[in-house]
């Protein structure tokens, strides 16, 4: 405690009375043009307009990546997720696929939750992880909450996809290839020259057996995807929730699951107060992110947006549930609420996607500034007076440095690539950075503050129609649609967010920057050279799922409490 008051006294004079509550929530795939306060009035949010206003805004927060897994390992650490090799590289998926695979976020790595936890605070997440989970045997969360400082966890391990809604049986032939399984069976024929024909009968029964299993369930021979799945597997490897080390419902009930993650935030909080403690509560949704389902009192709610706007509605009234308990509580004033996403939205699913405002692309896209921005408001009554604006180009990677400051923890001996946000909202100014765009393990562009306009150099893009969606699902990177700007492509983001107008080469402020940059760009490499492991999901033996690690093989229900 007493480390805890000397910070205040030394650096939140005025603002840091005792332990500050922390209560993060992070949307997934929310586009920036989704909220109200970044120019949505389509889709009623009163719960969030009102953090808006009563908060402050940053108007150009911006995310680690523009896909799930390295987004939130980047948010989780305050340091990019190539340090960590939580991203994907050539040939490799771009995310943690299974539940059951031994890849996930490295022990040695400190999270928000630890920092929390270190500074006496009482810990929880709830909802979407998506960072791994065991890694050497069942239940060791080595890679999940429980094993990153977090008291308390209730949620999804994985994350929410289409084919978790899929009705498919195991015996199916959808996926089958027969010339594939003559030669899985060719492989046992010299087998027949050892053994009795009984025997060799009973061999080639397990191989045709073990040949459909495979082929129909897997894609072995499949050397781009070598990761893939049926959806019957995929839903029942990755399809279910755990409360602490138990797996409490399989496959997930997903129109239940956003009134579910709220109760388990609003008893938590309560908790926190039984037992006297500040708290950490990192609430991460499943929606907004594909499937879409809601509960029945949602369905149909949005006229305009159809689905997805029901799920945006339905955020909106758990962050009211939750925010309405701090209010109940007397914990309003006292508590740090920041309301953001992991990234852009997947503007290319069309209406079962979100909006990213005037900016092109979206989420998997790493080049355009529509997976990039995301929102980030702060409430904080006791700090943040109503109405504040900061327009610094700030990160989710700052976060953790954040919860440090407001924990009263040092950093110094981490290595991180965030900054404290709490300068910024003191109105002082801070040291500039530059910030780097990956896909996948690729630098494909960089921004810098110079004389207080915000500059952004593209390297690399994947070739895309004019609105930044790319011909695949996401957009590639590596292969022959990647197109690589020599030199690099420079714009002024305020001034030209839709990034059509590149400055000239030949200009003075171009010929300036492009000497900062490249320099700091060099800089920055070789010191991820140094540093970094290689990427988790280039090792086909951690990402593929493995039995022994696999948390649930029958159907469980779910038990309200």
Same mark, same amino acid.
């Given at each position: 405690?007493?480390?805890?008051?000397?910070? @205040?006294?030394?650096?939140?004079?005025?603002?840091?009375?005792?332990?500050?509550?922390?209560?993060?929530?992070?949307?997934?795939?929310?586009?920036?043009?989704?909220?109200?306060?970044?120019?949505?009035?389509?889709?009623?949010?009163?719960?969030?307009?009102?953090?808006?206003?009563?908060?402050?805004? +940053?108007?150009?927060?911006?995310?680690?990546?523009?896909?799930?897994?390295?987004?939130?390992?980047?948010?989780?650490?305050?340091? %990019?997720?190539?340090?960590?090799?939580?991203?994907?590289?050539?040939?490799?998926?771009?995310?943690?696929?299974?539940?059951?695979?031994?890849?996930?976020?490295?022990?040695?790595?400190?999270?928000?939750?630890?920092?929390?936890?270190?500074?006496?605070?009482?810990?929880?997440?709830?909802?979407?992880?998506?960072?791994?989970?065991?890694?050497?045997?069942?239940?060791?969360?080595?890679?999940?909450?429980?094993?990153?400082?977090?008291?308390?966890?209730?949620?999804?391990?994985?994350?929410?996809?289409?084919?978790?809604?899929?009705? $498919?049986?195991?015996?199916?032939?959808?996926?089958?290839?027969?010339?594939?399984?003559?030669?899985?069976?060719?492989?046992?024929?010299?087998?027949?020259?050892?053994?009795?024909?009984?025997?060799?009968?009973?061999? @080639?029964?397990?191989?045709?057996?073990?040949?459909?299993?495979?082929?129909?369930?897997?894609?072995?021979?499949?050397?781009?995807?070598?990761?893939? *799945?049926?959806?019957?597997?995929?839903?029942?490897?990755?399809?279910?929730?755990?409360?602490?080390?138990?797996?409490?419902?399989?496959?997930?009930?997903? $129109?239940?699951?956003?009134?579910?993650?709220?109760?388990?935030?609003?008893?938590?909080?309560?908790?926190?107060?039984?037992?006297?403690?500040?708290?950490? +509560?990192?609430?991460?949704?499943?929606?907004?992110?594909?499937?879409?389902?809601?509960?029945?009192?949602?369905?149909?709610?949005?006229?305009?947006?159809?689905?997805?706007?029901?799920?945006?509605?339905?955020? $909106?009234? @758990?962050?009211?549930?939750?925010?309405?308990?701090?209010?109940?509580?007397?914990?309003?004033?006292?508590?740090?609420?920041?309301?953001?996403? $992991?990234?852009?939205?997947?503007?290319?699913?069309?209406?079962?996607?979100?909006?990213?405002?005037?900016?092109?692309?979206?989420?998997?896209?790493?080049?355009?500034?529509?997976?990039? *921005?995301?929102?980030?408001?702060?409430?904080?009554?006791?700090?943040?007076?109503?109405?504040?604006?900061?327009?610094?180009?700030?990160?989710?990677?700052?976060?953790?440095?954040?919860?440090?400051?407001?924990?009263?923890?040092?950093? *110094?001996?981490?290595?991180?690539?965030?900054?404290?946000?709490?300068?910024?909202?003191?109105?002082?100014?801070?040291?500039?950075?530059?910030?780097?765009?990956?896909?996948?393990?690729?630098?494909?562009?960089?921004?810098?503050?110079?004389?207080?306009?915000?500059?952004?150099?593209?390297?690399?893009?994947?070739?895309?129609?004019?609105?930044?969606?790319?011909?695949?699902?996401?957009?590639? @990177?590596?292969?022959?649609?990647?197109?690589?700007?020599?030199?690099?492509?420079? %714009?002024?983001?305020? *001034?030209?967010?839709?990034?059509?107008?590149?400055?000239?080469?030949?200009?003075?402020?171009?010929?300036?920057?492009?000497?900062?940059?490249?320099?700091?760009?060099?800089?920055?490499?070789?010191?991820?050279?140094?540093?970094?492991?290689?990427?988790?999901?280039?090792?086909?033996?951690?990402?593929?799922?493995?039995?022994?690690?696999?948390?649930? +093989?029958?159907?469980?229900? %779910?038990?309200?409490?």
């Amino acid at each position: 405690m007493v480390r805890v008051w000397n910070f @205040c006294i030394l650096w939140l004079p005025g603002l840091c009375y005792s332990h500050t509550n922390i209560l993060i929530f992070m949307v997934d795939d929310m586009g920036i043009g989704d909220i109200p306060c970044y120019g949505n009035t389509t889709i009623p949010m009163e719960n969030v307009k009102s953090l808006c206003k009563n908060g402050a805004i +940053l108007s150009h927060f911006t995310t680690g990546a523009t896909i799930c897994t390295p987004s939130r390992a980047a948010f989780q650490t305050g340091r %990019y997720a190539i340090r960590m090799g939580m991203v994907g590289a050539e040939s490799s998926p771009p995310v943690n696929i299974y539940t059951s695979g031994s890849d996930g976020l490295p022990q040695n790595e400190t999270s928000i939750g630890k920092i929390a936890q270190h500074a006496g605070y009482l810990t929880g997440f709830v909802g979407k992880w998506h960072l791994g989970l065991n890694k050497y045997k069942y239940g060791d969360m080595i890679h999940g909450p429980l094993g990153h400082g977090y008291d308390y966890f209730f949620g999804l391990p994985y994350t929410l996809v289409k084919a978790f809604a899929s009705e $498919d049986g195991f015996f199916t032939l959808k996926e089958f290839k027969p010339n594939q399984f003559l030669y899985l069976m060719m492989l046992v024929i010299p087998l027949r020259f050892f053994m009795k024909r009984s025997s060799f009968f009973y061999v @080639c029964l397990f191989q045709a057996l073990f040949s459909w299993f495979l082929l129909e369930h897997f894609k072995p021979f499949d050397k781009t995807n070598w990761w893939g *799945r049926s959806d019957f597997m995929y839903k029942f490897l990755n399809s279910f929730m755990m409360e602490d080390q138990t797996v409490v419902e399989k496959p997930i009930s997903m $129109d239940k699951l956003a009134l579910r993650l709220a109760k388990k935030s609003m008893a938590f909080i309560e908790r926190s107060v039984e037992q006297d403690k500040p708290f950490l +509560l990192i609430h991460s949704f499943g929606h907004v992110h594909v499937p879409l389902f809601t509960s029945s009192q949602f369905v149909g709610k949005s006229v305009a947006h159809g689905r997805y706007g029901d799920t945006l509605i339905e955020t $909106d009234y @758990c962050v009211g549930l939750i925010m309405e308990k701090l209010r109940d509580l007397g914990m309003e004033e006292n508590t740090f609420v920041f309301f953001t996403s $992991d990234h852009g939205a997947a503007n290319q699913l069309g209406l079962d996607g979100g909006y990213n405002g005037p900016y092109r692309g979206g989420k998997g896209n790493a080049a355009l500034e529509g997976g990039m *921005r995301i929102p980030g408001v702060i409430h904080w009554p006791k700090a943040v007076k109503p109405g504040t604006y900061i327009n610094e180009p700030t990160s989710l990677m700052d976060l953790l440095p954040t919860v440090a400051d407001l924990a009263g923890a040092g950093t *110094r001996h981490l290595k991180l690539d965030g900054q404290s946000l709490i300068p910024l909202i003191q109105g002082k100014t801070v040291k500039q950075r530059c910030f780097y765009h990956f896909c996948r393990s690729e630098i494909f562009a960089m921004r810098f503050s110079y004389q207080e306009i915000v500059y952004k150099f593209i390297l690399k893009q994947a070739d895309s129609q004019d609105s930044g969606i790319c011909k695949t699902l996401y957009c590639p @990177c590596y292969g022959d649609d990647i197109i690589e700007h020599r030199p690099p492509l420079l %714009y002024e983001i305020e *001034r030209d967010p839709e990034e059509k107008h590149p400055i000239s080469a030949e200009s003075t402020i171009y010929k300036t920057l492009h000497e900062i940059m490249m320099k700091e760009k060099k800089q920055f490499k070789d010191d991820i050279e140094k540093t970094k492991m290689p990427s988790q999901f280039k090792n086909k033996y951690k990402v593929m799922p493995k039995p022994w690690l696999q948390e649930a +093989l029958l159907h469980v229900e %779910y038990t309200e409490h």
